[in-house]
């Protein structure tokens, strides 16, 4: 039997960007982890109806040298001991790797596919939500519905989402929403 999920991207969806000059970038340290209010419960909704949550987050940082995989390996500790979450996927790739670039950095869909894979995901039957352009990119690439958390970033998208919402609890209840239409 194939399983339906809900893919998440981590920094802007799961927990509080670290923003500079209108970007986000991932907390460098545990201690400035912070899981945005009514995520726990968006969770517990959707785990609740039945969906897989999968996280696939870029972390180039670890690929450049500037943040350690330690950190981040703990930060998704402290993540998953406060949330319902089934599977995390994380590239850590830097960049383009011998000038081609990576099948696993989104905007390529290949932590979806590889989580697809290892957890008998039906696609098709799933969603990618996420605040930016990448991750809207890689759900349509994998054949996922998407969600787009605009965060007003400065930064434009370059495929058209299924849903526009301004956080994840409204991502949930669009989702939820869909799937009982």
């Given at each position: ?161 299924d849903f ?17 239409a």
């Amino acid at each position: 039997m194939k399983h339906k999920a809900v893919f998440l991207d981590r920094d802007g969806v799961i927990n509080r960007p670290i923003i500079r000059d209108g970007k986000p970038f991932p907390p460098m340290r545990v201690e400035e982890f912070e899981i945005l209010p009514g995520v726990a419960e968006a969770c517990a909704k959707l785990k609740a109806a039945g969906f897989l949550l999968v996280v696939a987050t870029n972390q180039p940082d670890v690929g450049r040298g500037t943040l350690a995989r330690e950190t981040v390996e703990a930060i998704h500790a402290k993540m998953c001991a406060a949330l319902p979450l089934d599977h995390i996927e994380v590239c850590y790739d830097g960049g383009a790797a011998h000038g081609q670039p990576s099948k696993f950095r989104k905007p390529a869909p290949g932590m979806l596919l590889r989580a697809a894979r290892e957890l008998t995901i039906d696609l098709r039957a799933s969603w990618m939500v996420g605040d930016r352009w990448r991750d809207i990119d890689c759900g349509a690439a994998a054949g996922c519905r998407t969600v787009f958390i605009d965060l007003d970033h400065a930064e434009e998208l370059r495929a058209n989402p299924d849903f526009i919402v301004r956080d994840l609890t409204a991502a949930a209840d669009v989702i939820l929403g869909a799937s009982a239409a």
